[in-house]
């Protein structure tokens, strides 16, 4: 059975948002799985700005090899950590895939917890329309290195207030491109969103605070335990350890414990605690997302539900 109408039309498109360990990838991996045993091939995109860097696999809770041999993964492992990645590229990518899916004539599920990437992609948001310039994006992460991410961060609030108010603003690489476009054009409006295309299903998952901080923090530990810090070890001996790449948590935790600075069990411990605000911080980004369809995963993966939804989705 196939979905498509047409090989080139874009694919039908399933979105799985949600924070940080509610379960996105196991549940994108059986939901492609139920689909399958109804004669529907679907293929899973992950929308997961971390996940793009090859050779930080343990610290990003990236798709195992033998995940991704059951169901096929696109916009994993694309840069090394030492190059540049935009949601421009990312967005280049995941039209890659969707072409592809849709020649296969298969459904796609954009799966992250990377709201804009979720966003520039299920939204169309014009982001080839944004400005760049190689040498005021060296000079931006040139006043990263030289200064500091909260001068930058102090900028952008000075320079572009709308923009600043709109970003995470702990995260080293969203600041960096958002101050490299307010230098060059300001505190314009972003371009109006084109859509995607064709109506998208978007599932969001939810967990009760006090299980997801529990999950978090048994994440963390597993993390470590399979060889988080030999990981960053064998990256840092590679690449500078000072990029935003790995700024990212589990990394600069990870690097704290190679320089003697915390124990494994402070490290675990400030590796929850930077997770449980970033979980925070992407459910208030959710939050504002409009038709999202939200699951409950506290207990166990809401599979069932999201399932039914998506062969409703698909017989529309």
């Known amino acids: 059975m196939s979905p498509m109408s047409s090989p080139d039309a874009l694919p039908p498109l399933v979105v799985l948002a949600g ?7 196991p549940l994108a ?9 109804s004669g529907i091939t679907a293929e899973i995109i992950s929308a997961d700005s971390r996940q793009v860097y090859r050779g930080m696999d343990i610290g990003t809770a990236k798709a195992t090899a033998a995940e991704r041999a059951r169901i096929p993964h696109h916009c994993l492992d694309l840069v090394d950590p030492d190059q540049p ?3 421009a590229d990312f967005s280049a990518c995941a039209a890659a895939a969707l072409a592809g899916i849709a020649e296969r004539g298969a459904i796609a599920i954009l799966a992250g917890g990377t709201g804009f990437y979720l966003r520039a992609v299920a939204r169309g948001l014009a982001v ?19 200064e500091g991410l909260p001068a930058l961060v102090a900028e952008l609030r000075r320079i572009a207030p709308s923009r600043a108010a709109t970003i995470d603003l702990r995260n080293p690489r969203r ?8 230098r060059l054009r300001g505190d314009a409006p972003l371009p109006e969103p084109r859509g995607y295309g064709r109506p998208v299903l978007w599932l969001g998952l939810t967990v009760e605070p006090p299980v997801l901080r529990e999950r978090i923090r048994a994440r963390a530990r597993g993390q470590f335990d399979a060889g988080l810090v030999e990981e960053t070890r064998a990256l840092a001996a590679r690449y500078d350890p000072t990029l935003p790449s790995f700024s990212g948590i589990g990394y600069a935790e990870s690097l704290a414990v190679i320089a003697g ?11 929850a605690r930077r997770n449980a605000l970033f979980a925070r911080r992407q459910a208030t980004w959710f939050r504002r997302e409009p038709d999202v369809g939200w ?10 539900e999201a399932l039914t939804a998506t062969l409703n989705y698909i017989a529309k």
């Open 29 to 37: 991996i059986a939901l492609a799985e139920g689909l399958a045993s």
């Open 175 to 182: 600041v960096v491109r958002a101050v490299e476009i307010a």
């Open 261 to 271: 600075r915390l124990d494994i069990a402070e490290a675990i411990a400030e590796d």
């Open 85 to 87: 990645f935009s949601v």
């Open 295 to 304: 699951l409950d995963a506290t207990m166990q993966l809401p599979i069932g």
């Open 128 to 146: 080839d329309e944004l400005p760049w310039d190689a040498e005021v994006r060296a000079a931006v992460e040139a006043s990263l290195v030289a």
């Open 19 to 25: 924070a940080t360990a509610t379960g996105k990838t």
